[in-house]
């Protein structure tokens, strides 16, 4: 009986320390963190709505994510450090000023803004854990991103960078 009450023990750690993927989830790397998502889930939300939040975005000249400076060309050892300050501003600073007059399309927000705060978690604790560390360039990048974003009003940059939401996933799914 203890030898039994020992295997749950070990497997129960094993599976803190190793944790799987839900069904349907990736495991994605960036740099030392392991994050696992349901990227075809946040894609089917967005693909959604797509046309709708672009449709709302007024600033045609100006990109938040796309600036020659902004994802692009990230060292490995950095994509930890900006795919978690990303996801951050995402969840601090965007969802929160991405409601529209459409209760369809603030589900697939709120569905997507869901599953954003679930990977900033993940994100977090390999973060916590020191596995995470932010060299020059992707302070650099970051700030680049908030500029572009704080060069707008709030209402405008948000419906932007939900807008960009594409060039963000693109960005992660090639970081696999």
């Given at each position: 009986?203890?030898?039994?009450?020992?295997l749950?023990?070990?497997?129960?750690?094993?599976?803190?320390?190793?944790?799987?993927?839900?069904?349907?989830?990736?495991?994605?790397?960036?740099?030392?963190c392991?994050?696992?998502?349901?990227?075809?889930?946040?894609?089917?939300?967005?693909?959604?709505?797509?046309?709708?939040?672009?449709?709302?975005?007024?600033v045609?000249?100006?990109?938040?994510?796309?600036?020659?400076?902004?994802?692009?060309?990230?060292?490995?050892?950095?994509?930890?450090?900006?795919?978690?300050?990303?996801?951050n501003?995402?969840?601090?600073k965007?969802?929160?000023?991405?409601?529209?007059?459409?209760?369809?399309?603030?589900?697939?927000?709120?569905?997507?803004?869901?599953?954003?705060?679930?990977?900033?978690?993940n994100?977090?604790?390999?973060?916590?854990?020191?596995?995470?560390?932010?060299?020059?360039?992707?302070?650099?990048?970051?700030?680049?991103?908030?500029?572009?974003?704080e060069?707008?009003n709030?209402?405008?940059?948000?419906?932007?960078?939900?807008?960009?939401?594409d060039?963000?996933?693109?960005?992660?799914?090639?970081?696999?």
């Amino acid at each position: 009986m203890k030898g039994s009450h020992l295997l749950l023990c070990l497997c129960s750690f094993a599976c803190c320390v190793h944790p799987t993927p839900a069904a349907g989830n990736t495991i994605f790397h960036f740099g030392p963190c392991r994050v696992s998502m349901s990227m075809s889930e946040i894609r089917s939300s967005f693909t959604a709505i797509k046309a709708n939040i672009q449709a709302r975005d007024p600033v045609r000249t100006l990109s938040i994510l796309s600036h020659p400076h902004s994802l692009h060309r990230v060292q490995s050892s950095d994509k930890c450090c900006i795919i978690h300050k990303v996801f951050n501003f995402y969840v601090d600073k965007v969802f929160k000023h991405c409601q529209t007059e459409d209760t369809y399309v603030n589900r697939k927000i709120s569905s997507i803004a869901n599953s954003f705060l679930s990977i900033k978690r993940n994100l977090e604790q390999c973060h916590i854990q020191n596995k995470c560390l932010c060299g020059q360039e992707s302070t650099e990048k970051f700030k680049q991103i908030l500029a572009n974003y704080e060069g707008l009003n709030v209402t405008s940059a948000a419906m932007k960078s939900l807008g960009e939401l594409d060039i963000l996933l693109d960005w992660v799914e090639k970081s696999r």
